[in-house]
């Protein structure tokens, strides 16, 4: 065991892994999160405590973590290189192992002009393919990016996200190999909406025997309204929605059912792509909804490993 | 070359206030193509001056003056006597050529009229773009000769990130995604093979980052 | 000047330094440049100087481009008119300084 995580246990298992995510406060609240922990915990296996998404300025990935923690849950903590140098990155990584963290998803990070503060100086010290080198050095040789040793173990389980609707689109399967290359041990993938392209790139994936290296986790983006589908369909970069979600939710009666059914298919539907070995629920400010959700994919209950 | 943009007007006007006898000095070099602050630019700053100050019913006194460059010290040297008469230099160089004023003369004030932007080159006429960030370790063998450092928003060296669409960075649909621009490039000269190593952690050391950088060579000092 | 492609910015700035209420600069009809793209140069700098005079706190309808063709000495009257009513309208320039 490369952490002894609950999700690596399960992967490594061979079993189909739920993972959510937990948006934190612009406050200093605890509540808000142990409030989402109580909905999520008896249907994922982990859950990610995002790191200023969108940079903007929320309540710690890792202060997040370690609430999750007091409430004996599994999180993910997520790391985006835009905020921090490598020196805050390796004392980050230290302090959340010995609060108990043991999965780390490393990303690159919204640029800041899209945040609530665009004038910040970004860092970008190293990038997300170089901090899974950093955090693999720091697990499997016990030493810190400049060579020196670690006093203590560093049981993490590392994490990156891919994007299959990204551009250039032969490009991001051989970026994943890098990641792979890197140490990358299971990746989330942005929300999919165009599953026939996302099996693709899963095609894609299994050609270069990526799959037999890597755990790969589809997201899946519940839509809450029509508005939503519109605007991620034409303002987030990377997430592809093809007409027909659009259409569907235009003609609904009632969106958020239909959302949830939209979900609902799509787990469905990429459970059955070899390659697939969880799905990951981005139900952004609509937690509430992800319980239902499993349980009508037919994911419930979760192992207990 | 290194480009830079003028100061809004009011921004100058506001430095200039209680100043009388100022010095508009130009640079002949790269603010002059990049039509900034060159000789023809001393002239109609100076004539904006002129006119503000004479609505405002408030005296000016302007000499207007251009160098050959204002980063070489045998063209500063050219001013040693008449700055002092100046209550304020308002230099129409780039950065490196107001400091280089105030290093020189102690007791001039000395404005920049100029907002130094970054070391570029010019796509067209009208039309400037960065290229280089200094960061002073160049890897440019192993991108294809396109710099991530200074072209992508979030300086990766393992690029594109998952905002990369159509060949644009996610900050604006302006602004190229360089990754992409590589990834093109070493497919085109079949050299894809050098995207799947992965590039280094950088060492900012030798960059802005690490402190102001020096450069001494013993074998060209006098 | 052969062209108004040769009027410069500093030109129109220094008429209006030196106290002129207005400035209309009078090039070919577009299309019709003797030097091809003489009189698009004009007018690019002539919006050019209107920008700088709204900076100064001046009118910029102070300073036009007109289009027209040597022949049309009824437009020329024409274009003159026009000129002095609007600047009569607004008055002497701001820099007369009297």
């Not at chain 1, 969880?278 to 499993?294: K, L, S, T, Y």
């Not at chain 3, 400035?23 to 919006?47: I, P, S």
Request: a neutral charge.
């Amino acid at each position: 065991m490369k952490s002894g995580s609950n999700l690596e246990k399960i992967l490594t298992t061979g079993q189909f892994a739920v993972t959510s995510e937990c948006g934190p406060p612009k406050g200093t609240s605890a509540q808000v999160i142990k409030r989402k922990g109580e909905i999520l915990k008896s249907c994922c296996d982990a859950l990610n405590i995002t790191d200023n998404q969108t940079a903007i300025v929320r309540m710690s990935s890792l202060s997040g973590c370690v609430l999750l923690r007091e409430m004996n849950l599994e999180p993910v903590m997520q790391m985006v290189v835009r905020d921090r140098n490598r020196i805050a990155i390796q004392s980050d990584i230290l302090g959340a192992v010995a609060l108990g963290v043991r999965n780390l998803l490393c990303l690159s990070g919204d640029h800041q002009k899209f945040g609530n503060h665009p004038q910040a100086k970004g860092v970008y010290d190293i990038d997300s393919i170089q901090l899974i080198q950093t955090v693999k050095r720091m697990r499997d040789e016990k030493k810190f990016m400049n060579g020196e040793d670690i006093s203590g173990d560093v049981p993490l389980y590392i994490g990156a996200a891919a994007n299959p609707f990204a551009d250039p689109f032969e490009f991001r399967v051989r970026r994943l190999a890098k990641k792979v290359k890197a140490g990358v041990d299971f990746i989330q993938t942005q929300g999919i909406f165009d599953v026939e392209k996302f099996s693709r790139w899963m095609a894609m994936v299994r050609d270069e025997g990526l799959d037999q290296k890597v755990h790969i986790l589809a997201g899946v983006i519940p839509i809450k309204s029509v508005g939503m589908a519109r605007y991620m369909a034409r303002n987030v970069a990377g997430i592809s929605v093809p007409g027909e979600i659009v259409a569907r939710m235009e003609a609904a009666k009632d969106a958020k059912e239909e959302g949830v059914k939209i979900a609902v298919e799509i787990i469905e539907q990429v459970k059955e792509i070899e390659g697939v070995h969880g799905a990951h629920i981005m139900a952004v400010a609509w937690e509430d909804i992800v319980p239902r959700i499993v349980q009508e994919a037919g994911l419930l209950p979760r192992p207990i490993v | 070359m290194i480009v830079a943009e003028q100061k809004p007007f009011a921004e100058i006007m506001e430095m200039l206030e209680g100043f009388q006898k100022i010095l508009v000095l130009g640079c002949g070099t790269c603010v002059t193509v990049c039509f900034a602050g060159g000789a023809k630019e001393v002239e109609i700053l100076s004539s904006l001056i002129r006119m503000d100050r004479k609505k405002k019913g408030q005296a000016v006194e302007i000499v207007e003056r251009t160098l050959v460059r204002q980063c070489d010290p045998e063209y500063l040297q050219e001013l040693s006597d008449s700055v002092g008469q100046f209550d304020a230099v308002l230099s129409m160089a780039c950065g490196v050529g107001v400091n280089f004023l105030a290093d020189k003369f102690s007791q001039a004030i000395v404005l920049p009229a100029l907002n130094t932007r970054f070391m570029g080159v010019a796509e067209e006429h009208g039309v400037w773009s960065e290229r280089c960030a200094g960061c002073g370790d160049c890897i440019l063998d192993l991108t294809g000769g396109l710099c991530p450092v200074a072209r992508c928003s979030k300086g990766l060296f393992n690029g594109p990130c998952g905002g990369s669409v159509h060949g644009k960075c996610e900050i604006s649909r302006d602004v190229d995604c360089v990754w992409h621009l590589i990834y093109d490039r070493l497919k085109g000269l079949n050299r894809l093979d050098r995207l799947d190593e992965i590039l280094p952690i950088k060492d900012w050391s030798v960059s802005p980052h690490g402190g102001p950088r020096k450069i001494v060579r013993e074998d060209l000092k006098v | 000047m052969p062209c108004t492609g040769r009027v410069d910015v500093i030109h129109i700035l220094r008429a209006l330094e030196d106290g002129a209420d207005g400035v209309y600069v009078a090039g070919c009809l577009e299309g019709e440049c003797h030097f091809q793209t003489g009189n698009l140069k004009a007018k690019k700098r002539v919006q050019y100087v209107k920008g700088l005079l709204r900076d100064l706190g001046i009118e910029p309808e102070r300073v036009e481009m007109y289009n027209m063709s040597a022949s049309q000495g009824g437009r020329f009257a024409e274009v003159a008119r026009e000129m002095v009513d609007r600047i009569k309208k607004l008055g002497p320039s701001p820099l007369r300084g009297d």
